[in-house]
């Protein structure tokens, strides 16, 4: 399973993004999507996941600024980041629960940098 994620940049404190994750196969294979991010220093942590049948999971600190979507059509899983903060700069990752060889994969990582 390969993962390719998008859409990362610098924004100022306020602006929003939308992050992508392209997977190499069906994500009707996947019993779990999600992003994690990392800043500097700081251990990797969920930000928010969905599961195969749509139970959508966030941190607390992200609940009211973010949305967890996916398209299945096209193997596709978002993430909308709206009134982004400072303190939300850090690596995002999208990983994927694969239900078939029960593994876990993450994709290479996007770059978010937020500007106060």
């Known amino acids: 399973v390969q993962l390719v994620e998008s859409g990362g940049g610098l924004v100022q404190a306020g602006e929003s993004l939308r992050l992508s994750c392209a997977a190499s196969r069906s994500i009707f294979s996947f019993s779990r999507m999600g992003w994690y991010r990392q800043a500097p220093g700081k251990q990797r942590e969920l930000v928010a996941d969905?599961?195969?049948?749509?139970?959508?999971n966030y941190a607390d600190s992200v609940r009211t600024r973010f949305t967890i979507s996916r398209d299945n059509a096209k193997n596709m899983v978002y993430l909308q980041m709206n009134s982004l903060k400072p303190e939300d700069t850090a690596v995002y990752y999208c990983?994927?629960?694969?239900?078939?060889?029960?593994?876990?994969?993450w994709g290479q990582g996007t770059q978010v940098t937020v500007s106060s």
């Open positions: 990983k994927v629960d694969s239900a078939l060889t029960q593994r876990e994969y």
């Open positions: 969905i599961t195969r049948v749509g139970n959508i």
